[in-house]
């Protein structure tokens, strides 16, 4: 489980120490402080291999087709778009364990050549169909140990070549602010009931939806749904339960899936009445404690913050961080709150969203 992070000259964060973190991390801030652009970062940073991520980073911002401009996206990687600063972001585990990633943004030609920093990538790079201006991302990943790993990404769709060090990987799923997907919830939905622990999941749905009595795939328009029994005379399709329903079953798809990994949730109360939040946010940090899971959610809402700190005092232990993010003219500040803090701010009804 991480409990530091330190990002460096990334999106809109020249620099920022995130500290002491906890299984569960609620970011709060203004908007345009930054949010999601953390959530963004620790998704580089928990797979540099997956050279798919620099595209589809960009389309969970809702930019339609990225790969058709990916160089010029590419530079918004960059704190103020200033690519030879070049991206850092490192982190500590609770072990101690340190690893690194630096992105830089460089050419087909340089990288040939062997930017400053980076071994030369093997003789067959890059192939056919590029030219010395190409642009190419790369990505350093720097372990424990001294062990390095390179990933020069050439295209939008993944075309990459790799230094033969064995990839690192922590697992990890990002839940967007916008609608579920369906496709990935029936694949983790199907993943779940093939492993029989359907068990897992459905007294947390039954929080917003106490009729149900159990969830199934069933076909619906040549594709599978998840469904469930809610005792009328037919299953019902999950899509038509309510936005709070699949909002929910997201996210607890994504924890179950993703053992001993780390799960990002862009405006985790998207969909949900605040009515409910406390009892989702102890969904939540049941799922993460028994699956391993570090959870990083961002909001809004004031309801949302203190459900979360109210289901935590309930549920011990108390393992939830708030990170407040302010700009400051140019720079990304953060405030960092645990129990007492988070307790003593709520008394004197100071603004903390």
């Known amino acids: 489980m991480f409990k530091h992070f330190v990002i460096k000259n990334f999106r809109c964060f020249a620099g920022l120490h995130l500290q002491h973190l906890e299984r ?29 991520l620099p595209t589809k980073i960009n389309e969970w911002r809702g930019i339609d087709d990225p790969a058709k401009g990916f160089a010029e996206f590419w530079t918004w990687f960059f704190f103020d778009r200033i690519p030879a600063n070049g991206v850092e972001v490192s982190s500590q585990d609770d072990k101690g364990k340190k690893q690194t990633v630096k992105i830089q943004l460089t050419d087909i030609g340089t990288a040939r050549s062997g930017s400053p920093g980076l071994p030369k990538p093997p003789d067959n790079f890059p192939g056919q169909g590029w030219h010395a201006n190409s642009p190419c991302l790369t990505l350093r990943y720097e372990g424990p140990g001294g062990g390095v790993r390179v990933v020069w990404v050439i295209g939008p769709h993944g075309e990459a070549w790799y230094t033969p060090t064995e990839a690192w990987r922590v697992p ?42 159990r969830l199934s795939l069933a076909v619906l328009g040549e594709k599978p749904v998840i469904h469930g029994n809610v005792g009328l005379s037919r299953l019902v399709p999950v899509s038509l339960m309510g936005e709070g329903v699949r909002r929910l079953l997201s996210v607890l798809l994504a924890i179950i899936h993703t053992p001993g990994g780390v799960v990002l949730i862009d405006e985790v109360e998207n969909g949900l009445h605040y009515s409910v939040m406390k009892d989702v946010w102890k969904a939540i940090a049941v799922a993460a404690r028994q699956m391993d899971v570090q959870v990083f959610a961002t909001t809004h809402s004031w309801e949302c913050i203190q459900a979360a700190h109210h289901a935590f005092q309930e549920n011990r232990p108390y393992e939830l961080r708030y990170l407040r993010l302010d700009r400051i003219g140019d720079q990304i500040a953060v405030k960092s709150m645990d129990e007492q803090n988070r307790t003593r701010f709520e008394s004197t009804d100071l603004e903390i969203r």
């Open 24 to 52: 569960v991390n609620l970011i709060a801030g203004k908007n345009n402080t930054g949010k999601t652009a953390l959530l963004e970062a620790i998704r580089l940073h928990c797979d540099p291999s997956d050279s798919l």
């Open 172 to 213: 990890c799923e990002f839940v967007g602010s916008g609608s579920p997907s369906p496709d990935r919830d029936v694949h983790h939905f199907s993943a779940l009931e093939t492993e029989n622990r359907l068990g897992d999941l459905l007294p947390s749905l039954q929080i917003l939806e106490p009729r149900l009595e």
